[in-house]
């Protein structure tokens, strides 16, 4: 027996050498070493742990919020967007950031360059979207690099916004795909995934890593990465926990929660998750949602916004992109040093908005229509034709 076991091994480690050749995806799988402090060291190294990066004390360094928004960008979401987060600022006289996890099908792309041009971080979250979930669960490496790599020259071109400013990911469902995605961000210059919950170290809670060694990790959603895989980092998302301490990933998916009408509930409710990682290890403080759930519930979208306006009254909480909170955990600051620091910059781009239709998507016969900053496609772009050429 375990020489077929063996014998099978042999064959998948010769059949993913020659599929190197093919693609250039690095070395097969050998399961990555159990982190070594001393080895991994920042900016570009850190192991998995709750430790505080930098050996900083919690109460010296920036209490770090990130609200991220998943899926299509569109005329209706784009309203709500603009009154909770635009022109918003922090204590520090920066702009607020949010993070906008952007699936391709039905998006609006002028307002995607709208969310750009007022300073938010457009993020990726796979040209199709695509149910079953199982898909993503055995996505190759060449799938990945469809669905995401080319989904960035996608958003680049049709909403006109810097290639280069597009730097993090999530999967569909947060369903991980092993190795593979990791790999694939490696060699397309992508800088974090943001799929990947922990519900076991909460409180303290997990920081962000890179994969050169051994995650500690707990996986949720396999398959999830085990070699070492230098360069991409993992945001992991920290759990919430709902009224009767059943953790929930997503905002939207808290099972317990307050009356989704009452305000003051939800707000407290928010605080509470909010001050475990305040008046804990400071862990980045995630508030991911999906857009349709608060705009199904005005208490809750009150209650957020009264949430962040209290983080931008504090001195030192911070609601910034989740790119700010990579750079930051490169860099660890302390909250007066990070004061000091210059607002994050973008490269501000215009949109000619032009509307294109009817199109339709080769792959599926379906028709839409696009509202683009540039000149129309041909057909309505999808996987393998990410330019609708
Ligand atoms: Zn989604």
């Known amino acids: ?89 922090n204590s520090n006289g920066c702009p607020a950031g949010a993070t906008f996890y952007v699936s391709h099908e039905y998006t609006n792309y002028q307002a995607v ?74 060699n397309h210059n992508l800088l974090y995934d943001c799929s990947w919950p922990t519900i076991t170290q909460t409180d303290p809670g997990l920081w962000p890593y890179t994969l050169d060694y051994k995650s500690t990790q707990p996986c949720i959603v396999p398959p999830c990465p085990t070699s070492s895989i230098p360069g991409p980092w993992v945001f992991p998302l920290v759990a919430w926990s709902d009224l009767q301490n059943f953790p929930c990933s997503f905002v939207d998916a808290c099972f317990s929660t307050p009356d989704r009408n009452d305000e003051n509930g939800w707000y407290e409710f928010i605080l509470t998750n909010f001050e475990r990682h305040y008046k804990g290890n400071r862990a980045p403080f995630g508030f991911f949602v999906h857009e349709a759930f608060l705009a199904a519930y005005p208490a809750v979208s009150n209650a957020l916004i009264r949430f962040l306006d209290m983080v931008n009254s504090l001195n030192d909480a911070f609601m910034v992109t989740s790119e700010e909170v990579i750079e930051w955990v490169k860099n660890p600051v302390t909250v007066s040093e990070y004061r000091q620091q210059s607002c994050r910059r973008y490269t501000p781009t215009v949109c000619r908005p032009t509307s294109c239709g009817p199109l339709t998507a080769e792959a599926t016969g379906n028709v839409y229509w696009m509202q683009i900053c540039n000149v129309c496609p041909r057909v309505y772009p999808w996987i393998n034709n990410p330019l609708g050429q």
């Open 1 to 89: 027996m375990k020489k077929w076991i063996l014998f099978g091994l042999l064959v998948l480690a010769a059949s993913a050498v020659v599929a190197d050749e093919d693609t250039e995806e690095p070395e097969g799988p050998v399961e990555a070493p159990v982190c070594d402090p001393e080895a991994c060291k920042l900016p570009s190294c850190r192991c998995s742990t709750t430790q505080i990066p930098g050996g900083l004390a919690a109460r010296d360094i920036p209490q770090l919020v990130t609200v991220t928004f998943d899926d299509a960008v569109n005329v209706i979401n784009i309203v709500n967007y603009r009154r909770m987060l635009f022109n918003r600022r």
């Open 113 to 186: 360059n709208e969310l750009y041009n007022n300073g938010f971080e457009i993020a990726l979250h796979s040209i199709t979207h695509q149910t079953p979930q199982s898909y993503w669960a055995n996505a190759t490496y060449e799938t990945l690099v469809k669905e995401f790599a080319e989904q960035k020259s996608l958003i680049a071109h049709f909403a006109n916004i810097p290639y280069e400013s597009i730097k993090g990911l999530r999967m569909p469902f947060l369903q991980m795909a092993g190795d593979a995605t990791f790999k694939m961000m490696a």
